[in-house]
């Protein structure tokens, strides 16, 4: 079955540092990935998706991600933080045009 | 910019009141979801909603639940007799063919 393991459950940076949140997925087939943010009481972005091509795809807000087939995962990166990128932040696995198998997320909190 | 819109925002229920959330997703998405998100957990899949029949539900998603797409733009959840677990972030998505899913801002449902 499919899975996505966030092994942080939360992670606190300082504000203008560089942020690196962990995405590890099981999937049989070539996956569609994506990650989402959520403030507190609201619903969920898409920061960026994967669905082929270039491995290094490029998101809103600076975020951007890599697909390692060979490790299975699916990094979320970001060269400096703000302090309004503090939320939760959730990676998923899709199949096809079906259902999105979300990971428990990470809560980012950014010191100023 | 089109979005999913979900309605209401809060609703508190008594246990054992049937309730429906009501989503109205984008105009020309074709596949319909709902997922759940109990409060400080992940968000879990519950139906994918297509060509006016469900394409999968999971385990949560028992009898006691049920999706409709009445007039054609409207996409309603029903739970007919809630529970105090039931209490929990409900939210809507829509897309197209291998895109990315859209999310409404959800609904918090409140059983007491």
């Known amino acids: 079955a499919q899975s996505v393991t966030q092994p942080d459950i939360h992670i606190t940076v300082s504000e203008g540092a560089s942020l690196e949140l962990r995405c590890n997925y099981s999937?049989?087939?070539?996956?569609?990935l994506f990650w989402y943010v959520q403030s507190p009481g609201q619903g969920l972005q898409l920061l960026l998706k994967?669905?082929?091509?270039?491995?290094l795809v490029q998101g809103i807000k600076g975020f951007e991600a890599e697909f390692k087939r060979s490790q299975s995962s699916f990094n979320l990166r970001k060269p400096s933080v703000h302090w309004s990128d503090a939320a939760e932040y959730f990676c998923a696995v899709g199949e096809g045009s079906y259902k999105l198998i979300f990971g428990s997320g990470t809560r980012l909190l950014v010191r100023p | 910019e089109p979005e999913v819109t979900q309605t209401p925002s809060h609703q508190v229920t008594q246990m054992g009141q049937e309730v429906i959330l009501r989503c109205v997703p984008i105009?020309?998405?074709?596949?319909f979801y709902w997922y759940r998100q109990i409060l400080g957990q992940k968000v879990e899949f519950l139906v994918s909603f297509y060509n006016n029949e469900i394409s999968e539900k999971s385990e949560i998603f028992d009898d006691q639940f049920s999706v409709e797409r009445p007039d054609g733009s409207n996409f309603t959840l029903k739970i007919r007799s809630t529970k105090l677990e039931d209490s929990a972030m409900y939210f809507c998505?829509?897309?197209?063919?291998?895109?990315?899913?859209?999310f409404g801002q959800g609904t918090r449902l409140t059983v007491v």
């Open positions: 105009s020309n998405h074709l596949y």
């Open positions: 998505a829509s897309h197209v063919m291998n895109t990315e899913a859209f």
């Open positions: 999937y049989g087939a070539t996956p569609y």
């Open positions: 994967y669905f082929s091509g270039d491995t």
